[in-house]
């Protein structure tokens, strides 16, 4: 049987008496004209691999694997609440299923290739350890990509080239190699584009020096001069200059840095004038904004791009006007557009205060795991009178993508801005109180794979942690609830925690 929208089922039972288990396995073979990811971009290089032929590649490595031998050697956790982990273990499935032969943010309606989502799910997938994946998604970028260098999945969307660059850029700090010299040209390309794209500082407006109004990521509005498309572009030059410097192209990575400093230049000043315009701190959505909903989309600067530091009383304000006036049932309600509570939005909030060592986080990321279908799964809004979905696929990729990476960030941080890890600082002290060991890893950071241990023990903590650092073993900073802040000595490897009093 068959049905062209593909909506056909069929069900299997199996009959078990009460008191037994019974273990079930299915084999469902995928064939290779079945799948469609085909980009309607030609390569620009003749010596690239064909979309043809990385779909070959990735399905001989997926095929004839059960769900053990594709999980073999990935990050894994161990936690005390077992809802939590449970939703980590089928997020971390249900991104390996959308991630074969190109990045594809839902099943059914969202089957189709955004650099928006595939930004989110392929920092999940390296977090998750996923490198060879990640290494044969990579070079599905390039056909997208047009002659003046605009990495185009959408029209009128101006945040994909910066994305594009960090996701390349991610992938390569965190492996400690070199990208392929063939891609040079493009990389190159990418950011000029970036540079090309922006209004004339010499303009009097609000938005001098920023990107064109574009539609953007659509859960922000209607066309506008987004500060989530500028926050991206500055990202993208300073992945572009680090491309360079591991290219040895000193000059072009000096150039891509100058670049994404005046860019930054711009959006700051710009921001002065929204401070000056809406009497606070606070980042609006765009410089012709009040603040709203949209505001959402400017935390991009604190997550998950750390163009700013994690007390930066922009987005911080932001986060609170947020928390005052946005949420809907704890979580982050949308209502332009989505017109819902959004899981993975709702988690950007909570990464912000994480970051900051605010334990608010917490309670949003326990609003989500609330919010959670039977199966694990969520859609990418969610009606608040029923519970159900309201915006695109009810499985929704980049969601599952922002639980793995918060639940992953929960023990081990990344601090762009101090080249250092925090370990330990999103564990709740309900996680300590009983006797169970928590564990994560290993997971893949630009210093090296790391693992973390965190042992109760009758006088207090016990934290043991192992890496293999890529070039030197960073600053550790270790930040326990309860326990206060520690930074420990090079070379250290674990550390015996005594509780504070309260």
Same mark, same amino acid.
């Given at each position: 049987?068959?049905?062209?929208v593909?909506?056909?089922t ?5 009959r078990v008496?009460?008191?037994e ?11 290779s004209h @079945?799948l469609h990811?085909?980009?309607?971009w030609?390569l620009?290089?003749a ?6 032929e990385i779909?070959?590649?990735?399905e001989?490595? $997926?095929?004839?694997?059960?769900w ?13 609440? =077992?809802h939590?982990?449970?939703l980590f273990?089928?997020?971390? =499935? ?8 190109s990045v594809?943010p ?5 089957r189709?290739f *955004?650099?928006? +989502?595939?930004a989110?799910i392929?920092?999940?997938l390296?977090?998750?350890?996923f490198?060879?994946?990640?290494e @044969?998604?990579?070079p599905t ?7 003046e260098?605009?990495f185009?999945s959408?029209?009128? %969307?101006? +945040?994909? @080239?910066? %994305?594009?660059? *960090?996701?390349i850029?991610r992938?390569?700090?965190v492996? #400690?190699?070199?990208?392929?010299e063939k891609w040079k040209?493009n990389?190159y390309?990418?950011a000029r *584009?970036?540079?090309?794209?922006r209004i004339?500082?010499?303009?009097? =407006?609000p938005?001098a020096g920023?990107?064109p ?7 922000l509005?209607p066309n ?5 498309d ?5 990202a ?6 680090y491309l360079?410097?591991?290219y040895?192209d000193?000059?072009r990575?000096?150039q ?7 860019f930054?230049?711009s959006v ?11 009497k606070?701190?606070a980042m609006?959505?765009s ?5 709203d909903?949209g505001a ?5 600067a604190?997550?998950?791009?750390q163009?700013m530091e994690?007390?930066?009383p922009?987005?911080l304000?932001?986060?609170?006007y947020?928390?005052?006036n946005?949420?809907v ?5 949308q ?6 509570i ?10 912000i205060l994480?970051r ?7 309670d949003?990321?326990?609003n989500?795991a $609330?919010?959670a279908?039977?199966?694990?799964q969520?859609?990418e809004?969610i009606?608040p009178?029923?519970?159900g979905?309201?915006m695109?696929?009810?499985q929704?990729?980049w969601?599952?993508?922002e639980w793995?990476?918060v639940i992953r960030?929960?023990f081990i941080? %990344? ?7 925090v370990?330990g ?5 309900? *996680? ?5 060991a ?10 090296g794979?790391?693992?973390l241990?965190i042992r109760p023990e009758p006088? #207090? ?8 650092w890529l @070039?030197? %073993?960073p600053?550790i900073l ?7 802040? =520690? ?5 250290q490897?674990?550390?015996?925690l005594i509780a504070?009093?309260e």
């Open positions: 049987m068959t049905c062209d593909g909506m056909l069929a069900a299997s039972l199996f008496s009460q008191g288990t019974r273990l079930i396995s299915a084999d469902i073979p995928l064939k @079945n990811f085909f980009s309607p030609k620009t290089e010596d690239r691999r064909s979309p043809a779909s070959s590649s990735c001989h490595q $997926e095929e004839n694997k059960d053990g031998e594709a999980l073999e050697g990935i990050c894994r956790v161990e936690i005390p609440d =077992k939590f982990k449970f273990d089928t997020a971390v =499935k249900s991104l390996m299923l959308h991630s074969v032969s594809y839902g099943p059914f309606t969202y189709r *955004w650099f928006r +989502d595939a989110f392929m920092h999940a390296l977090n998750l350890g490198a060879g994946r990640v @044969n998604l990579l970028f390039f056909p997208y990509q047009t002659g260098g605009f185009k959408q029209d009128g %969307e101006w +945040d994909s @080239n910066g %994305e594009a660059l *960090w996701t850029s992938y390569y700090a492996t #400690g190699r070199t990208p392929p040209k990389i390309r990418a *584009w970036i540079t090309g794209k004339s500082t010499k303009k009097d =407006k938005y920023l990107f109004a574009g539609f953007s990521a659509e859960h509005g506008d001069y987004y500060y989530w500028d926050f991206w572009g500055i993208g030059l300073y992945a572009a200059s360079a410097d591991l040895g000193e000059d990575s000096v891509f840095r100058r670049e994404a400093e005046d930054f230049r700051d000043l710009s921001l002065i004038r929204a401070q000056e315009r809406l606070r701190p609006p959505a410089p012709l904004r009040r603040m909903a959402v989309g400017s935390l991009a604190g997550y998950p791009l163009l994690p007390d930066d922009r987005l304000d932001t986060v609170e947020i928390l005052e946005c949420l049932k704890g979580g982050f309600f209502d332009m557009i989505h017109s819902g959004n899981p993975y939005l709702t988690i950007h909030l909570a990464q994480l900051k060592g605010d334990p608010r986080f917490f949003l990321v326990t989500v $609330e919010s279908s039977p199966t694990g969520w859609p809004a009606h009178a029923t519970g979905g309201c695109g696929d009810g929704h990729i969601a599952a993508a793995v990476t960030d929960f941080q %990344e601090d762009f801005f101090r080249e250092r890890l370990l600082g999103g564990i709740p002290k309900s *996680w300590l109180a009983g006797r169970e928590l564990s994560l890893g290993p997971t893949m950071t630009r210093f794979p790391v693992s241990k006088e #207090g903590i016990k934290l043991e942690w192992s890496g293999r @070039n030197r %073993e600053e270790v930040r326990l609830a309860g326990y206060g802040e =520690k930074t420990v000595s090079p070379g490897d674990s550390l015996d504070k009093a």
